[in-house]
C-alpha cells in the first residue's frame, strides 16, 4: 500500500506540473462561463431589441398599445396606410425593424401582417403577437360589451391543463433542468476520456521506455497499477476542485455585476407581474415585456448544486475507476503503441454511446430503456446525472445508491481483472496484440 501511494504522489506531481494541466485548469473553467454568459445574454428575452412602426389608419388603437412600456420593443404609431414596399425602401422607414399593419376591418377579420427585416425569433414573435392582441381586445370590450376589461377577462379565462407526476404534484422538476444533468454527465464523461488516456499514455510510455522494468524491480505490477490510478485520480480531482472554484466565482460575479436586476426577483413589483390581480406566468411574463431570464433563473434559482456536485463526484470516482481499469489494460497488454490506439477505439465509441444514452434520457426519462441504462455501468454516470435533475418518485431514491452500488462492483470487478492483465502484459513487447493473448494471460 506503502508503494502503492508514493507511485501515486509521482503520478500527481507529474500531471500537476505540467503545462497543458495548468492550462486546461485555467482555460477550461473560463470557456464554460463564457459560455454560460452567451446562454444568460442570449438566451433570455432581453436579447432583441426591436423598433416596430405600428400603421393604423382608422385609428383602432388609438395611438397606445401598452399599459408599461417594453425596455426591448419600441412602437411608434402612423395614422395611415403604408406600402409593404414603401416601408423596405424609403429612408424615413428604415429606422425600424418592422412595420405591424392594423387594417380597418381587423376587428372582424382577425388578420393582422407583419412586414419585418430580418426574421425575429420566436419569443419576439408571440411577444409582438400577445400585445397587439390584448391592446385589440380592449378595443372589442370597450365597442361591443358593458363590461370592464378585468371583468371580461376573468369571463374568458380559459382553462389550463397542467400535467404533473402524480409523485411530484407541485411540478418541482422541469424538463429545461434536464439538460443541466445532461451537462455535468458530459463533464464527467470529458474528463474520464481525457484522464483515460492520460493513464493509456503514461502506460505505453513507461513501456517503451523501459522504465516499467526498473519500477517493477522494486514494486508488484498490481502496486504500480493502483498507484497510477489513484495518482491520476487525484490530479483529476483537482482539476475538477479548481473548476468548482472558478465557476463558481464566476457564476456570482456575474450575478452581482452582469445581470443584477434580472436576477433579483424581490426587486421586481409584484403589481407589474400581475395582470389585472392575475399571476402572469414564465410564458406570459417574456410575452407581456416583463424582465425575465429563464436560463438566470434556472442556473441560479432552479438546480439544487449541493445535490448535484455531490452525486456528480460519486458518479465519476465510480466511472473512472470503471473506465479507467479499461485504459490501463489495454497500455499493459499492447505491444506496440499503434496497437493501444487501436484497442482504445471500441472505449471511445462506448463512451459516445454513453452520451446518447444521456440524451435519450432527456428525452424519454420514464421508459423502459432508461430504466436499463441507469443500472448499466457503461451509461449509468451520465444517465443518472439527468434523473438527478429530472426527479425520482416517491420512494425511489434507493435507485440512485443501487446504481452506485453496481457501477462500484463493476468497478472494482474490472480493476481485478485489470491487474491481472497488468502483470502478465506489461513487459511483453513488439508483439502484436491478439485475443488469445488476453485469454492467455487472464488465466496465468
Same mark, same amino acid.
Given at each position: 500500500?506503502r508503494?502503492?501511494?508514493?507511485?501515486?504522489?509521482?503520478?500527481?506531481k507529474e500531471?500537476?506540473?505540467?503545462?497543458?494541466?495548468?492550462?486546461?485548469?485555467?482555460? *477550461?473553467?473560463?470557456?464554460?462561463?463564457? !459560455?454560460v454568459?452567451? +446562454?444568460f445574454?442570449?438566451?433570455?428575452?432581453?436579447?432583441?431589441?426591436?423598433n416596430?412602426?405600428?400603421?393604423?389608419?382608422? *385609428?383602432?388603437?388609438d395611438?397606445k398599445?401598452m399599459?408599461?412600456?417594453?425596455?426591448?420593443?419600441?412602437y411608434?404609431?402612423?395614422?395611415?396606410?403604408?406600402? @409593404?414596399?414603401?416601408?423596405?425602401?424609403?429612408?424615413?422607414?428604415?429606422?425600424?425593424?418592422?412595420?405591424?399593419?392594423?387594417?380597418?376591418?381587423?376587428?372582424?377579420?382577425?388578420?393582422? &401582417?407583419v412586414?419585418?427585416?430580418?426574421?425575429?425569433?420566436f419569443?419576439?414573435?408571440?411577444k409582438?403577437?400577445?400585445q397587439?392582441?390584448?391592446?385589440?381586445?380592449?378595443v372589442?370590450?370597450?365597442?361591443?360589451?358593458?363590461?370592464?376589461?378585468?371583468?371580461?377577462?376573468?369571463?374568458? $379565462?380559459?382553462?389550463?391543463f397542467?400535467?404533473?407526476?402524480?409523485?411530484?404534484? &407541485?411540478? $418541482?422538476?422541469s424538463?429545461v433542468?434536464?439538460?443541466?444533468?445532461?451537462?455535468?454527465?458530459?463533464?464527467? #464523461?470529458?474528463?474520464?476520456? +481525457?484522464?483515460?488516456?492520460?493513464i493509456l499514455r503514461?502506460?505505453?510510455?513507461?513501456?517503451s521506455?523501459?522504465?516499467?522494468?526498473?519500477?517493477?524491480?522494486?514494486?508488484?505490477?498490481q502496486? !504500480?497499477?493502483f498507484?497510477?490510478?489513484?495518482?491520476?485520480?487525484?490530479?483529476?480531482?483537482?482539476?475538477?476542485?479548481?473548476?468548482?472554484?472558478?465557476?463558481?466565482?464566476? !457564476?456570482y460575479?456575474?450575478?452581482?455585476?452582469?445581470?443584477?436586476?434580472?436576477?433579483?426577483?424581490?426587486?421586481?413589483?409584484?403589481?407589474?407581474?400581475t395582470d389585472?390581480g392575475r399571476?402572469?406566468?414564465?410564458?406570459?411574463?417574456? &410575452?407581456a415585456?416583463?424582465?425575465?431570464n429563464?436560463?438566470?433563473?434556472?442556473?441560479?434559482?432552479?438546480?439544487?448544486f *449541493?445535490?448535484?456536485?455531490?452525486?456528480f463526484v460519486?458518479?465519476f470516482?465510480?466511472?473512472?475507476?470503471?473506465?479507467?481499469?479499461?485504459?490501463?489494460a489495454?497500455?499493459?497488454?499492447?505491444?506496440?503503441?499503434?496497437?493501444?490506439?487501436q484497442f482504445i477505439?471500441?472505449v471511445l465509441?462506448i463512451?459516445?454511446l454513453?452520451?446518447?444514452?444521456?440524451?435519450?434520457?432527456?428525452?424519454?426519462?420514464?421508459?423502459?430503456?432508461?430504466?436499463?441504462l441507469?443500472?448499466?455501468?457503461?451509461?449509468?454516470?451520465?444517465?443518472v446525472?439527468?434523473?438527478?435533475?429530472?426527479g425520482?418518485?416517491?420512494?425511489?431514491?434507493? $435507485?440512485?445508491?443501487?446504481?452506485?452500488?453496481?457501477?462500484?462492483?463493476?468497478?472494482?470487478?474490472? #480493476?481485478?481483472?485489470?491487474?491481472? +492483465?497488468?502483470?502478465?502484459?506489461?513487459?511483453?513487447?513488439? @508483439?502484436?496484440?491478439?485475443?488469445?493473448? !488476453?485469454?492467455?494471460?487472464?488465466?496465468?
Open positions: 500500500m508503494n502503492s501511494w508514493i507511485i501515486a504522489l509521482r503520478e500527481v500531471r500537476i506540473g505540467s503545462r497543458s494541466y495548468v492550462l486546461f485548469a485555467i482555460f *477550461g473553467p473560463l470557456i464554460i462561463l463564457g !459560455l454568459y452567451l +446562454l445574454v442570449f438566451g433570455g428575452n432581453e436579447a432583441e431589441k426591436w416596430i412602426l405600428v400603421t393604423d389608419k382608422a *385609428g383602432i388603437l395611438n398599445l399599459p408599461h412600456p417594453d425596455p426591448n420593443v419600441t411608434s404609431f402612423a395614422n395611415d396606410y403604408i406600402e @409593404h414596399t414603401d416601408f423596405a425602401n424609403g429612408k424615413r422607414y428604415q429606422q425600424y425593424d418592422a412595420m405591424v399593419e392594423i387594417n380597418e376591418k381587423v376587428l372582424s377579420n382577425k388578420l393582422s &401582417y412586414f419585418y427585416r430580418t426574421k425575429p425569433s419569443n419576439l414573435q408571440a409582438v403577437q400577445y397587439v392582441e390584448r391592446r385589440l381586445e380592449e372589442m370590450i370597450q365597442r361591443f360589451t358593458d363590461l370592464s376589461v378585468q371583468t371580461f377577462r376573468e369571463i374568458k $379565462q380559459p382553462i389550463k397542467s400535467f404533473r407526476n402524480v409523485y411530484d404534484p &407541485y411540478d $418541482q422538476t424538463d433542468r434536464t439538460w443541466v444533468g445532461f451537462f455535468f454527465g458530459m463533464v464527467i #464523461l470529458a474528463f474520464i476520456a +481525457l484522464f483515460g488516456m492520460t503514461s502506460v505505453t510510455s513507461e513501456k521506455n523501459r522504465i516499467v522494468e526498473v519500477l517493477l524491480a522494486s514494486v508488484r505490477p502496486q !504500480l497499477l498507484g497510477k490510478l489513484t495518482g491520476v485520480g487525484i490530479s483529476a480531482f483537482i482539476q475538477f476542485f479548481i473548476w468548482i472554484i472558478f465557476i463558481g466565482l464566476g !457564476l460575479l456575474m450575478r452581482e455585476w452582469m445581470f443584477p436586476s434580472i436576477y433579483d426577483a424581490s426587486s421586481m413589483n409584484m403589481a407589474e407581474l389585472n399571476i402572469l406566468s414564465v410564458q406570459e411574463k417574456l &410575452y415585456g416583463k424582465e425575465f429563464t436560463i438566470v433563473d434556472l442556473v441560479y434559482e432552479r438546480v439544487n *449541493g445535490v448535484m456536485l455531490t452525486f460519486l458518479f470516482i465510480g466511472g473512472y475507476l470503471f473506465y479507467g481499469s479499461f485504459f490501463a489495454i497500455g499493459s497488454t499492447a505491444g506496440t503503441e499503434n496497437d493501444g490506439q477505439l471500441p465509441l463512451l459516445a454513453s452520451a446518447y444514452a444521456g440524451y435519450y434520457t432527456v428525452a424519454n426519462p420514464e421508459s423502459e430503456l432508461t430504466g436499463w441507469h443500472y448499466i455501468p457503461f451509461t449509468s454516470p451520465v444517465v446525472m439527468v434523473k438527478l435533475t429530472y425520482y418518485a416517491a420512494g425511489e431514491a434507493y $435507485q440512485i445508491w443501487l446504481s452506485l452500488i453496481v457501477l462500484l462492483l463493476s468497478a472494482f470487478f474490472c #480493476l481485478s481483472v485489470a491487474s491481472r +492483465l497488468y502483470k502478465n502484459g506489461v513487459l511483453q513487447f513488439g @508483439h502484436r496484440l491478439k485475443l488469445q493473448h !488476453l485469454f492467455k494471460w487472464l488465466r496465468k
